[in-house]
């Protein structure tokens, strides 16, 4: 079954604490994203990699960290730095055409993070 | 990226189509309209995406008008499943993120 997968669906931590977004897909997609969602509100681009070992910030990266060491995981790690954590995280996966242009993205189930 | 509106919120019955509008009035000649719809606490799904020809998939049609400045989502028979939030984004060729807005809320009522 192909597709993106997200984990676990519902994370608690406590304040100060780093945590860990796990994403994986098996869809031999290049590129990978990151987006945050807080209620009522649209997606906000947080880190995205186009390329294993290569990623860039997004719009809200502050208090994010990132690595692409394989190509179907991209984990996102939230760490104390972010003062305002609990939100909705979706990982996203696309293919990159040969001029380096992105086609459409897919998105895995999403990880609800709340921060007690 | 151009930016989109759309309206906050419509009805449909079921079994009737759904029309949802969205103007990208600024629009450049080489970005794409995508949408996407996003049910309560899960993911966003992608419906559909053009350029300038009306495109149609299994689940909806794209109709864009001549200038570009519009489009519509069509989805032929709306059920209840189909009650989400639906985006339409305004996507370079070469863009590498979505920028979603607020959306419009779709509710399905038999």
């Known amino acids: 079954d192909g597709g993106i997968t997200q984990s676990p669906k519902y994370l608690f931590r406590k304040e100060g604490q780093n945590v860990t977004l796990s994403c994986e897909q098996n869809l031999n997609h290049d590129a990978m994203y990151w987006y945050r969602q807080d209620p009522g509100q649209g997606l906000r681009l947080i880190y995205y990699?186009?390329?294993?070992?290569?990623?860039q910030k997004g719009d809200i990266a502050e208090g994010y960290s990132v690595s692409r060491e394989k190509k179907e995981s991209f984990p996102l790690t939230v760490t104390s730095a972010q003062k305002n954590p609990t939100a909705f995280y979706l990982c996203?996966?696309?293919?990159?055409?040969?001029?380096?242009?992105?086609?459409?993205?897919?998105f895995g189930p999403g990880t609800r993070l709340t921060v007690l | 990226d151009a930016k989109t509106t759309q309206p906050p919120s419509m009805d449909c019955a079921e079994g009737r189509a759904a029309n949802l509008p969205c103007n990208h009035s600024?629009?450049?000649?080489?970005?794409?309209v995508y949408w996407y719809r996003q049910i309560h606490s899960q993911g966003p799904q992608y419906i559909i995406h053009?350029?300038?020809n009306n495109e149609t998939n299994e689940m909806a049609s794209l109709i864009i008008t001549e200038d570009r400045k519009s489009s519509t989502l069509i989805l032929p028979h709306a059920t209840l499943r189909d009650t989400a939030v639906y985006y339409c984004?305004?996507?370079?060729?070469?863009?590498?993120?979505?920028?979603f807005g607020k959306g419009t809320t779709l509710s399905v009522s038999s």
């Open positions: 990699s186009q390329i294993v070992n290569d990623f």
């Open positions: 984004i305004v996507l370079k060729q070469a863009g590498t993120a979505l920028i």
């Open positions: 600024t629009i450049s000649g080489n970005e794409y």
């Open positions: 996203a996966s696309s293919i990159v055409g040969a001029s380096g242009s992105t086609d459409t993205q897919y």
């Open positions: 053009g350029l300038k």
